[in-house]
């Protein structure tokens, strides 16, 4: 199984951490399903921004960026050439790492 490293981030996860999830998952799902409630205002539908991640390693072993996914990575905070949103970042066999920006473009956070 793949292991996610996520880099230290102030809200989510300070420490930084590492969790596996089965290929075939995106990283919005292995991060929900193991208590780091990333934001995801869309319900991972790929209609907003907020679950936005930047890929610092492995990233070609994700799934390929769709057209709809980039559209909406264009209005994303933080933007970096290595930005993917994690709803649609699908892991396949190779670890990654990821570093969630400090601020996505919600004003408001909903508790799910």
Do not use: F
Not at 38 to 60: F, K, L, S
Not at 75 to 94: K, M, T, V
Not at 96 to 107: A, G, L, R
């Amino acid at each position: 199984m793949p292991v996610i490293t996520i880099l230290p981030h102030a809200e989510y996860c300070p420490e930084g951490t590492t969790v596996t999830a089965p290929a075939g998952t995106s990283i919005c799902e292995a991060l929900l399903d193991h208590h780091i409630e990333i934001e995801h205002a869309c319900d991972q539908v790929c209609a907003c921004t907020t679950c936005h991640v930047i890929v610092r390693a492995g990233g070609r072993s994700l799934s390929e960026m769709e057209e709809g996914e980039e559209d909406m990575l264009d209005r994303a905070w933080g933007l970096e050439p290595d930005s993917r949103l994690s709803c649609q970042a699908i892991l396949g066999q190779q670890d990654v790492t990821i570093e969630i920006p400090k601020y996505s473009i919600n004003h408001a956070k909903e508790n799910k």
